[in-house]
């Protein structure tokens, strides 16, 4: 019986994220989420460990309820792995990096193979490129013969691992290879991989970008309200809709709807719906901002114009923009708004009608 111990309960400081770097989408799935996958469908282990921080235990226990064994972390990772290796029942067990999402089941397989041979297995890569040693400026010698980068999954025969763990006095070891070398032997290279590579650095994290497009249009009618990103605007005329018709947060909507797929804003607020008679769209846009969350993205920027004839709208623009600001929650120079007329041409140069187009990009988070 084979163990897996997926030690997730660093913070990943060094990837600037103020949450749990394994939290974050990679490809539209989280780091974890991928890692514990590529383990799940090797179909070579029979028992799951997870490693969590006091932050993540909850949310972690809950996610993988009857799936794998939650437990709290320690101090430094070997703390960690120490905690978690006392639930291990598998006679084998490997150790793996949560952060490395994209270890093959070759790479799994031969771990095994070689702990069942020389009684562990490390997954290495020979180093591509040269290796100095330097002191002091002064470099003593450099090359990559014999040299290898360690990677995990780290496996071992559960008992030698629990024994030498057992006989630690100190709890800061890189890795286990250095554990099992120091109180059992000499450990084993098994298969490594390049593309088993550790996330450690923001840019490590490539973002998804996407882009959404929005348009909409509504009829200028007198004693309405003219309201534009929820400012109201002074003018004889006011827009008119079955809410409170403000065209420039409508296209916003659609075009965060858009970037993620999803319906236009007809489709989940009816204008049929009485319970959006004349409401506040900045209330709806709300809506819309927690879909887009949901699907794991949020907006980076905003590029939008207005196609009025009349009221001159320079004036406002910077107030608009500032409110926009605090509803998407970016800076307000991510924000471009621009006004236009239509040179008298058609209805919106008629004065019959306002225009917006908006375009804008959400990265996942
Ligand atoms: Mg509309």
Do not use: W
């Not at 997730?8 to 780091?31: H, M, P, Y």
């Not at 991989?193 to 200028?220: A, I, M, Q, Y």
């Not at 999803?262 to 489709?267: P, R, W």
């Amino acid at each position: 019986m084979v163990s897996l111990i997926l030690t997730c309960a660093g913070q990943g400081k060094r990837t600037g994220f103020d949450e749990n770097k394994l939290l974050k989408l990679i490809n539209g799935k989280s780091v974890i989420d991928t890692a514990f996958d590529a383990f799940t469908n090797s179909g070579l282990i029979d028992e799951f460990i997870i490693t969590a921080n006091k932050y993540d235990y909850d949310f972690l226990t809950k996610k993988f309820k009857g799936r794998a064994n939650v437990v709290l972390g320690g101090e430094t990772r070997t703390l960690s792995i120490k905690s978690a290796l006392a639930l291990v029942k598998g006679d084998i067990v490997l150790i793996h990096d949560g952060a490395r999402p994209f270890v093959s089941k070759e790479v799994i397989l031969d771990c095994i193979q070689t702990v069942k041979k020389f009684g562990s297995g490390i997954a290495s890569i020979p180093t591509p490129e040269t290796i100095a040693t330097a002191i002091n400026g002064e470099i003593l010698s450099a090359t990559k013969e014999n040299l290898y980068t360690v990677q995990t999954p780290q496996g071992f025969f559960t008992k030698d691992i629990k024994k030498a763990y057992d006989k630690l006095v100190t709890f800061d070891y890189p890795d286990d290879s250095s554990i099992y070398k120091e109180f059992i032997g000499i450990p084993h290279l098994s298969k490594g991989d390049p593309k088993n590579k550790k996330l450690t650095f923001k840019e490590d994290f490539k973002l998804e970008t996407r882009v959404g497009t929005g348009f909409d249009c509504h009829k200028l009618v007198e004693n309405r309200r003219l309201v534009l990103g929820g400012v109201v605007i002074p003018h004889d005329k006011g827009l008119l809709g079955h809410s409170d018709a403000d065209v420039l947060i409508h296209a916003i909507m659609d075009a965060l709807l858009s970037s993620v797929g999803l319906k236009d804003i007809g489709y989940y607020f009816s204008d049929k719906d009485p319970k959006f008679k004349d409401i506040d769209s900045t209330i709806l846009l709300k809506e819309v901002l927690k879909m887009v969350d949901e699907k794991g993205y949020k907006v980076d920027n905003l590029s939008a114009v207005i196609m009025a004839e009349k009221p001159k709208l320079l004036k406002h623009i910077d107030s608009i923009k500032e409110n926009l600001a605090k509803l998407l929650n970016i800076e307000v120079d991510k924000i471009g708004l621009t006004a236009t007329t239509l040179e008298g041409l058609g209805f919106v140069g008629r004065e019959e009608g306002i225009c917006v187009k908006a375009d804008l990009l959400v990265t996942s988070k």
